[in-house]
């Protein structure tokens, strides 16, 4: 299927690695000209040579943290009226909320709302203007299904949902729409730290962390990030411009619920 967003120019933040990455290629593969984010410079120029070798689009590589003004600033500086913006960013580590101090949870908060509230301003006007934009905010299975230890993480992105699902409806009749999507258990980088940590704690093997995550997925695998990209993709595309405001979570299975 042809998505209808060949030319159409792309900022995906944190996409030099992982779930990121996989927008980036999906939306690179539909004929995108992509701005690629992250703070590590020697990864992000590799990513954007992998990805454009891969595809033939235009990737420009931009290391900044997005969550400075400064950051911002530069993403748009190469990409001033994005027509696609994919929001990603990492969690907070897993804590018990008892632990957590006023400052951390200020942090958390500001790296998994505010962030992306503050870049979907910035690219909101032109997307109206144009008559045309998609919106895409990575967040997480926990805002449908939290996790202990996860709060933070779980109750900003929650937040996030809340607030965009108004915004969402405001800008719908200029064909903009701003979804999201929750990620299960994906094998990433951050999986695999996860599983060192959980495998140390517990006094057993990684494989036998791994092994025993990947059985609580009713698929027994876990996501790749290619598959990820490709809903990513999907979500920006002109077939789905009838979506808007909605939650498309992506766990294998493990969410127990019909609805």
């Known amino acids: 299927m042809d998505f209808g ?3 159409r120019k792309a900022i995906v933040c944190a996409s030099s690695r992982g779930l990121g990455y996989g927008c980036a290629l999906a939306l690179a593969q539909e004929g995108c000209e992509v701005v690629i984010n992250g703070r590590d410079q020697d990864r992000l120029v590799a990513a954007a040579d992998e990805i454009a070798k891969a595809s033939g689009a235009k990737v420009i590589p931009v290391a900044a943290d997005v969550a400075t003004p400064e950051g911002q600033q530069a993403l748009f500086a190469v990409c001033p009226e994005p027509d696609i913006l994919v929001n990603n960013n990492a969690g907070p580590p897993m804590r018990d909320f008892r632990e957590l101090t006023r400052a951390q949870i200020l942090e958390g ?3 998994n709302m505010v962030v992306a509230i503050e870049l979907i301003q910035k690219a909101i006007e032109p997307m109206t203007r144009k008559q045309f ?3 895409v905010n990575i ?21 996030l949902t809340a607030f965009l699902a108004g915004v969402a409806r405001q800008v719908a009749a200029s064909n903009v729409t ?12 951050r999986l695999v730290a996860n599983l060192e ?4 704690r517990q006094g057993i093997t990684y ?8 059985n609580g997925v009713p698929a027994k695998r876990f996501g790749t990030r290619e598959e990820f990209g490709a809903a990513c993709a999907f979500l920006c595309s002109q077939q789905a411009g009838y979506i808007t405001g909605q939650n498309l979570l992506i766990d294998g299975g493990v969410f127990p619920g019909a609805f």
């Open 5 to 7: 967003i060949a030319g």
């Open 109 to 111: 908060v500001t790296a």
């Open 133 to 135: 934009g998609r919106i």
């Open 139 to 159: 967040t997480s299975g926990t805002v449908k299904a939290p996790l202990a230890g996860l709060d933070l993480s779980s109750g900003a992105r929650a937040g």
């Open 178 to 189: 701003i979804n999201f999507i929750l990620p299960g258990t994906f094998d990433t980088d």
């Open 197 to 200: 940590g959980n495998a140390k």
């Open 207 to 214: 494989e036998q962390a791994r092994t025993a995550r990947m």
